[in-house]
Protein backbone atom coordinates (compact mmCIF):
# COMPACT_ATOMS: atom_id res chain seq x y z
CA UNK A 1 0.00 0.00 0.00
CA UNK A 2 1.54 3.58 -0.88
CA UNK A 3 -0.14 6.64 0.54
CA UNK A 4 -0.50 9.83 -1.50
CA UNK A 5 -1.87 13.05 -0.22
CA UNK A 6 -3.93 15.81 -1.96
CA UNK A 7 -2.64 19.40 -0.88
CA UNK A 8 -5.44 21.43 -1.54
CA UNK A 9 -4.47 24.67 -0.37
CA UNK A 10 -4.98 28.52 -1.23
CA UNK A 11 -2.23 31.04 -2.23
CA UNK A 12 -1.54 33.78 0.25
CA UNK A 13 -0.89 36.91 -1.90
CA UNK A 14 3.04 36.24 -2.02
CA UNK A 15 5.22 33.24 -2.34
CA UNK A 16 6.41 33.39 1.00
CA UNK A 17 3.52 33.28 2.98
CA UNK A 18 2.17 30.50 0.62
CA UNK A 19 5.13 28.52 0.57
CA UNK A 20 4.89 29.23 4.98
CA UNK A 21 1.15 28.08 4.57
CA UNK A 22 1.46 25.19 2.86
CA UNK A 23 4.01 23.78 5.10
CA UNK A 24 1.71 24.53 7.75
CA UNK A 25 -0.76 22.41 6.62
CA UNK A 26 0.67 19.70 5.11
CA UNK A 27 2.84 19.09 8.63
CA UNK A 28 -0.33 19.34 10.46
CA UNK A 29 -1.27 16.05 8.44
CA UNK A 30 2.03 14.19 9.56
CA UNK A 31 2.40 12.28 6.45
CA UNK A 32 4.32 9.19 6.37
CA UNK A 33 7.45 8.89 5.25
CA UNK A 34 7.67 7.34 1.66
CA UNK A 35 4.68 8.89 0.75
CA UNK A 36 3.49 10.74 -2.21
CA UNK A 37 2.46 15.12 -1.90
CA UNK A 38 0.88 16.35 -4.72
CA UNK A 39 0.26 20.12 -4.68
CA UNK A 40 -2.41 22.15 -7.31
CA UNK A 41 -1.12 23.72 -10.41
CA UNK A 42 0.86 27.05 -9.47
CA UNK A 43 0.26 26.73 -5.85
CA UNK A 44 1.96 29.51 -4.43
CA UNK A 45 0.59 32.37 -6.71
CA UNK A 46 -2.55 30.52 -7.78
CA UNK A 47 -3.14 30.10 -12.10
CA UNK A 48 -1.88 32.91 -13.63
CA UNK A 49 -2.11 33.78 -17.60
CA UNK A 50 0.18 36.88 -17.72
CA UNK A 51 2.24 36.89 -14.98
CA UNK A 52 4.57 39.69 -13.70
CA UNK A 53 7.97 38.95 -14.81
CA UNK A 54 8.98 38.96 -10.92
CA UNK A 55 6.97 35.60 -10.26
CA UNK A 56 8.90 33.40 -12.79
CA UNK A 57 12.08 31.48 -11.40
CA UNK A 58 14.32 29.77 -13.53
CA UNK A 59 14.49 26.03 -12.12
CA UNK A 60 17.80 25.99 -9.67
CA UNK A 61 19.02 24.82 -6.71
CA UNK A 62 18.61 28.90 -4.73
CA UNK A 63 14.97 29.55 -6.41
CA UNK A 64 12.30 30.02 -4.02
CA UNK A 65 9.91 27.64 -4.81
CA UNK A 66 12.74 24.61 -5.63
CA UNK A 67 14.17 25.56 -2.26
CA UNK A 68 10.70 25.42 -0.79
CA UNK A 69 9.41 22.05 -2.20
CA UNK A 70 13.09 20.09 -1.60
CA UNK A 71 13.20 21.32 2.21
CA UNK A 72 9.74 19.54 2.25
CA UNK A 73 10.34 16.77 0.63
CA UNK A 74 13.98 16.46 3.11
CA UNK A 75 11.63 17.26 6.26
CA UNK A 76 8.88 14.32 5.14
CA UNK A 77 11.20 12.70 4.02
CA UNK A 78 8.49 11.88 0.85
CA UNK A 79 8.43 12.79 -2.85
CA UNK A 80 6.69 16.08 -3.37
CA UNK A 81 5.36 16.93 -6.96
CA UNK A 82 4.71 21.12 -7.16
CA UNK A 83 6.37 23.83 -9.44
CA UNK A 84 4.88 27.13 -10.75
CA UNK A 85 6.20 29.63 -13.19
CA UNK A 86 9.38 29.67 -15.20
CA UNK A 87 11.49 31.73 -16.44
CA UNK A 88 11.62 30.97 -20.19
CA UNK A 89 12.49 33.16 -23.59
CA UNK A 90 12.14 32.10 -27.36
CA UNK A 91 10.21 34.16 -29.31
CA UNK A 92 6.83 35.85 -27.79
CA UNK A 93 7.25 33.39 -25.29
CA UNK A 94 8.38 34.48 -21.62
CA UNK A 95 7.46 31.75 -19.16
CA UNK A 96 6.48 27.59 -19.11
CA UNK A 97 4.33 25.87 -16.75
CA UNK A 98 6.37 23.85 -14.88
CA UNK A 99 5.91 20.76 -12.38
CA UNK A 100 9.05 18.40 -10.48
CA UNK A 101 9.36 15.59 -8.48
CA UNK A 102 11.39 16.19 -5.38
CA UNK A 103 13.26 13.63 -4.02
CA UNK A 104 14.70 13.54 -0.45
CA UNK A 105 18.12 14.42 0.03
CA UNK A 106 18.53 16.66 -3.20
CA UNK A 107 18.72 19.81 -4.50
CA UNK A 108 16.70 20.06 -7.92
CA UNK A 109 13.74 17.97 -8.66
CA UNK A 110 14.81 14.47 -10.56
CA UNK A 111 12.39 15.37 -13.10
CA UNK A 112 10.41 18.31 -14.75
CA UNK A 113 7.61 17.91 -16.42
CA UNK A 114 6.04 21.28 -18.30
CA UNK A 115 2.31 21.69 -19.21
CA UNK A 116 1.65 20.15 -23.06
CA UNK A 117 -1.39 21.91 -23.74
CA UNK A 118 -1.53 25.86 -22.67
CA UNK A 119 -4.97 27.23 -21.72
CA UNK A 120 -6.51 30.28 -23.60
CA UNK A 121 -4.46 33.36 -23.09
CA UNK A 122 -1.70 31.08 -21.30
CA UNK A 123 -1.05 30.20 -25.16
CA UNK A 124 0.26 33.73 -25.83
CA UNK A 125 3.15 34.09 -23.28
CA UNK A 126 3.69 30.33 -21.90
CA UNK A 127 5.62 28.09 -24.29
CA UNK A 128 4.20 24.54 -24.32
CA UNK A 129 6.29 21.51 -22.88
CA UNK A 130 7.34 19.39 -25.42
CA UNK A 131 7.25 15.54 -23.87
CA UNK A 132 5.40 13.16 -20.96
CA UNK A 133 7.44 12.41 -17.98
CA UNK A 134 7.32 9.16 -15.82
CA UNK A 135 8.61 8.68 -12.47
CA UNK A 136 8.85 5.83 -9.75
CA UNK A 137 7.21 6.04 -6.52
CA UNK A 138 6.92 2.45 -4.48
CA UNK A 139 5.22 0.04 -6.41
CA UNK A 140 3.82 2.60 -9.09
CA UNK A 141 4.35 4.11 -12.30
CA UNK A 142 3.54 7.83 -12.30
CA UNK A 143 2.74 9.95 -14.86
CA UNK A 144 2.35 14.20 -14.25
CA UNK A 145 -0.22 16.56 -16.31
CA UNK A 146 -1.39 19.88 -15.29
CA UNK A 147 -4.46 20.74 -15.33
CA UNK A 148 -5.94 21.39 -18.70
CA UNK A 149 -3.85 18.59 -20.61
CA UNK A 150 -6.63 16.25 -19.01
CA UNK A 151 -8.70 17.49 -21.91
CA UNK A 152 -6.02 15.53 -24.11
CA UNK A 153 -6.63 11.41 -24.20
CA UNK A 154 -3.87 10.46 -26.48
CA UNK A 155 -1.47 11.75 -24.09
CA UNK A 156 -2.40 9.53 -21.42
CA UNK A 157 -2.52 6.76 -23.58
CA UNK A 158 1.32 7.55 -24.65
CA UNK A 159 1.73 6.82 -21.23
CA UNK A 160 0.19 4.29 -20.01
CA UNK A 161 1.92 2.63 -22.95
CA UNK A 162 4.97 3.86 -21.57
CA UNK A 163 4.12 1.75 -18.07
CA UNK A 164 1.67 4.56 -16.08
CA UNK A 165 -0.53 2.96 -14.14
CA UNK A 166 -1.00 6.13 -11.88
CA UNK A 167 -1.57 9.63 -13.46
CA UNK A 168 -1.58 12.86 -10.53
CA UNK A 169 -3.30 15.53 -12.03
CA UNK A 170 -2.18 19.21 -10.61
CA UNK A 171 -4.96 21.89 -11.29
CA UNK A 172 -6.71 24.99 -11.02
CA UNK A 173 -9.98 23.79 -12.70
CA UNK A 174 -13.30 26.61 -12.85
CA UNK A 175 -16.15 25.58 -10.48
CA UNK A 176 -18.33 25.89 -12.94
CA UNK A 177 -16.80 22.97 -15.07
CA UNK A 178 -16.95 20.61 -12.02
CA UNK A 179 -18.78 18.33 -14.36
CA UNK A 180 -15.96 18.23 -16.90
CA UNK A 181 -13.38 17.70 -14.72
CA UNK A 182 -15.12 14.71 -12.91
CA UNK A 183 -16.28 13.31 -15.90
CA UNK A 184 -12.27 13.57 -18.10
CA UNK A 185 -10.80 12.36 -15.14
CA UNK A 186 -13.07 9.05 -14.12
CA UNK A 187 -12.50 8.75 -18.37
CA UNK A 188 -8.75 8.62 -18.13
CA UNK A 189 -9.28 6.15 -15.36
CA UNK A 190 -11.44 3.61 -17.25
CA UNK A 191 -9.56 3.64 -20.34
CA UNK A 192 -6.33 3.33 -19.34
CA UNK A 193 -6.91 1.36 -16.11
CA UNK A 194 -4.95 3.28 -13.56
CA UNK A 195 -5.45 5.56 -11.00
CA UNK A 196 -5.92 9.04 -11.50
CA UNK A 197 -6.24 11.39 -8.52
CA UNK A 198 -6.45 15.61 -9.22
CA UNK A 199 -4.95 17.76 -6.63
CA UNK A 200 -6.42 21.52 -6.90
CA UNK A 201 -6.99 24.75 -5.51
CA UNK A 202 -9.26 25.59 -2.49
CA UNK A 203 -12.27 27.56 -2.70
CA UNK A 204 -15.57 27.87 -3.82
CA UNK A 205 -14.75 29.32 -7.35
CA UNK A 206 -12.58 26.12 -7.90
CA UNK A 207 -13.17 22.20 -9.12
CA UNK A 208 -12.21 20.09 -6.36
CA UNK A 209 -9.71 17.34 -5.40
CA UNK A 210 -10.89 14.03 -6.58
CA UNK A 211 -9.62 10.19 -7.54
CA UNK A 212 -10.47 7.30 -9.48
CA UNK A 213 -9.37 3.94 -8.92
CA UNK A 214 -8.60 1.84 -12.85
CA UNK A 215 -12.30 0.71 -12.82
CA UNK A 216 -12.99 4.20 -12.97
CA UNK A 217 -14.76 3.82 -9.10
CA UNK A 218 -14.33 7.33 -7.02
CA UNK A 219 -12.14 6.78 -3.83
CA UNK A 220 -12.16 10.43 -3.17
CA UNK A 221 -14.24 13.24 -3.60
CA UNK A 222 -13.10 16.29 -1.93
CA UNK A 223 -15.25 19.12 -0.46
CA UNK A 224 -14.30 23.40 -1.41
CA UNK A 225 -12.29 23.44 2.45
CA UNK A 226 -8.46 23.94 2.62
CA UNK A 227 -7.00 20.93 3.86
CA UNK A 228 -4.84 17.75 2.86
CA UNK A 229 -6.42 14.06 1.50
CA UNK A 230 -4.66 10.99 1.88
CA UNK A 231 -5.38 8.52 -0.26
CA UNK A 232 -4.03 5.07 -0.13
CA UNK A 233 -3.24 3.44 -3.32
CA UNK A 234 -2.78 -0.18 -4.35
CA UNK A 235 -0.50 -1.32 -7.64
CA UNK A 236 -2.34 -5.11 -7.44
CA UNK A 237 -5.33 -3.47 -7.86
CA UNK A 238 -4.46 -1.99 -11.24
CA UNK A 239 -2.89 -5.54 -12.31
CA UNK A 240 -6.09 -6.97 -11.19
CA UNK A 241 -8.21 -4.75 -13.46
CA UNK A 242 -6.24 -5.54 -16.18
CA UNK A 243 -6.24 -9.11 -15.66
CA UNK A 244 -10.01 -9.21 -15.10
CA UNK A 245 -11.12 -6.98 -18.15
CA UNK A 246 -8.11 -7.39 -20.84
CA UNK A 247 -8.33 -4.50 -23.28
CA UNK A 248 -6.62 -4.53 -26.89
CA UNK A 249 -3.25 -4.21 -27.17
CA UNK A 250 -2.39 -0.40 -26.48
Request: with cysteine; net charge negative.
Amino acid sequence: MANAYLIQSEPQGDKAASFAHAREIVLRESPEPGSLLVFPEMFATGFLTRPEESLAEAIEPESPTVRFLQALADETDSLVLGGGIEKFSHGDFRFRNWTGIFEPGHSLPEKIYRKRHPFADEQKSFAPGTSAILFKWKDFTVSPSICFDLRFPEDFRETRRQGANLFCIQAEWPRERTMHFETLLRARSIENQCYTIAAARSGKNFANSCAFGPNGEEILKGSSEEGVFRISLRAEEVAFARKNFPLPEF
